[in-house]
């Protein structure tokens, strides 16, 4: 117990303050804490940046796949009479005419689900991919009468806050 009491006198002074051992090892605790949260934050930028790189060429690789679908889909009309003819979102999804629609639908759907869930900035998405305004407003009308018909209620949801972030957004 002597030995400990010694060792607890012991002081070191540094122009003028004096600080005790306990003092000295608290404050180099903390500065090795802090070094550590930035080694931390830099390493999670880093893991962030591959997985969004990653994300980014199955993004370019999906979009090259469905572009010249994508065009088709844009020039097409809208197929709003063989939707009232099924008179059935379910009907309808399973018809010939919304499987091209199904194709860039469903892209459009999942580049909003990464946007919103935050796996990739907006900014460089519409760099990236043509998230035109003009194609979710063609077919609005028609996903919002498949959601009337039974198609759920959010339905094509995610292209639609995508779609109406790019409206607001300057790239």
């Given at each position: ?90 009907l ?28 990739v ?38 292209w639609?806050?995508l ?9």
């Amino acid at each position: 117990m002597a030995a400990i009491a010694a060792s607890s006198c012991w002081a070191v002074t540094i122009e003028g303050a004096t600080l005790s051992i306990g003092e000295i090892a608290t404050i180099v605790a903390g500065i090795a804490g802090g070094l550590s949260a930035i080694i931390a934050a830099v390493a999670l930028v880093g893991i962030q940046r591959q997985t969004e790189a990653a994300l980014f060429v199955t993004i370019n690789d999906e979009w090259s796949k469905i572009y010249f679908t994508y065009r088709e889909v844009l020039l097409a009309d809208v197929p709003m009479e063989d939707l009232e003819k099924l008179g059935d979102a379910d009907l309808f999804i399973n018809s010939e005419p919304y499987r091209k629609l199904h194709t860039v639908f469903s892209f459009y759907e999942f580049l909003g689900s990464c946007v919103s869930s935050k796996l990739v900035s907006p900014t460089l998405l519409f760099k990236l991919v043509s998230v035109n305004p003009k194609l979710w407003l063609k077919y609005k009308p028609l996903i919002e009468r498949m959601r009337e018909m039974g198609a759920s209620a959010d339905f094509c949801i995610e292209w639609q806050r995508l779609t109406e972030l790019r409206m607001r957004t300057v790239v």
